[in-house]
């Protein structure tokens, strides 16, 4: 993969990546979901072959609606298998802008993260590496397409994840 060597467009990039996670790890549900386009997609995909996730299962593949569907349910006061609420710390490294992947339809971004999830005194770790297609918008970016490929993907989890990785 040929590297964009614009460091100005890379750091503004890391500090968008490193803002996300942020929200994330402060639960600013809302914050995180305005990230994102209209239309914009967030995708786990099942196994790293898939192009698509239409049409074959995903870990998660979801629009705006299923976003706030999920932000609704991790925030409900009665929602008693988040309580007491999992905490979480993403740290994203590696980030790359692909060029030749990048054109009319957005800035393609790949990036190395880790998360580790404290739930009921377990911590769970999560690594992998998301891909952004972001649009560039004033002097910010929206997300158009966040895809997350879990390294373990194929393994079994304890229980169901809650939370955005």
Same mark, same amino acid.
């Given at each position: ?37 209209? /239309? ?21 593949? /979801? ?73 560039? /918008? ?28």
């Amino acid at each position: 993969m040929t590297v964009v060597t614009d460091d100005v467009l890379l750091r503004k990039v890391e500090q968008f990546l490193y803002d996300q996670s942020d929200m994330l790890d402060s639960r600013r549900w809302q914050d995180w979901i305005n990230l994102f386009t209209p /239309e914009g997609i967030y995708w786990m995909p099942a196994h790293p072959d898939h192009e698509s996730g239409d049409g074959v299962p995903s870990i998660f593949h /979801e629009d705006m609606y299923l976003m706030r569907t999920r932000m609704k349910r991790l925030d409900h006061p009665r929602a008693w298998s988040q309580s007491p609420a999992p905490r979480c710390n993403h740290i994203v490294s590696n980030v790359r802008i692909d060029p030749s992947r990048s054109n009319g339809t957005g800035l393609v971004v790949t990036s190395k993260f880790h998360v580790v999830e404290l739930r009921l005194e377990n911590q769970r770790y999560f690594t992998g590496t998301y891909t952004h297609t972001l649009l560039q /918008e004033g002097d910010g970016f929206r997300i158009k397409n966040q895809r997350v490929d879990l390294l373990n993907y194929d393994s079994p989890f304890d229980y169901v994840l809650q939370v955005w990785l």
